[in-house]
């Protein structure tokens, strides 16, 4: 059973910047796209960045586009998103997720995805 285990969340202020990782285990990384999403309180889950199964591909929100970055090592069956400028609105538990697809897809709808770990909480406040 594949599992996913976020980590990296915690307080930051605004401005400041957090590295999120995402261990994948219980599968075969290689075969699976890896988004981040967010959900804050009272709000629908969101999408926030996907990468394809050999790190070819990437896609980015709007909101996120060019203060996150999304990466992964397929050695380390881990994934990351780099967040940079942290405002307070990106305050949210944040979720990673796999997607057992085609080489090269990489989806941003919640619906595809199969796997989803636990979250892990990133508070932006001065």
């Known amino acids: 059973q594949v599992q996913l285990v976020e980590s990296g969340g915690g307080l930051v202020q605004p401005g400041g910047s957090l590295r999120l990782s995402c261990a994948f285990s219980?599968?075969?990384?290689?075969?699976?796209?890896m988004g981040w999403f967010r959900q804050a309180p009272g709000k629908e889950r969101e999408f926030l960045a996907v990468?394809?199964?050999?790190?070819?591909?990437?896609n980015y929100a709007s909101t996120v586009k060019g203060r996150f970055t999304i990466s992964r090592d397929n050695g380390e069956s881990t994934v990351y998103l780099q967040m940079k400028n942290l405002r307070p609105e990106d305050t949210a538990v944040y979720y990673c997720?796999?997607?057992?697809?085609?080489?090269?897809?990489?989806?941003?709808?919640?619906?595809?995805?199969?796997?989803w770990g636990q979250g892990t909480q990133v508070t932006v406040s001065s």
């Open positions: 990468v394809s199964r050999g790190g070819t591909v990437k």
């Open positions: 997720a796999a997607d057992e697809t085609v080489s090269g897809a990489a989806s941003s709808l919640d619906a595809q995805y199969d796997y």
């Open positions: 219980g599968g075969t990384f290689g075969l699976y796209a």
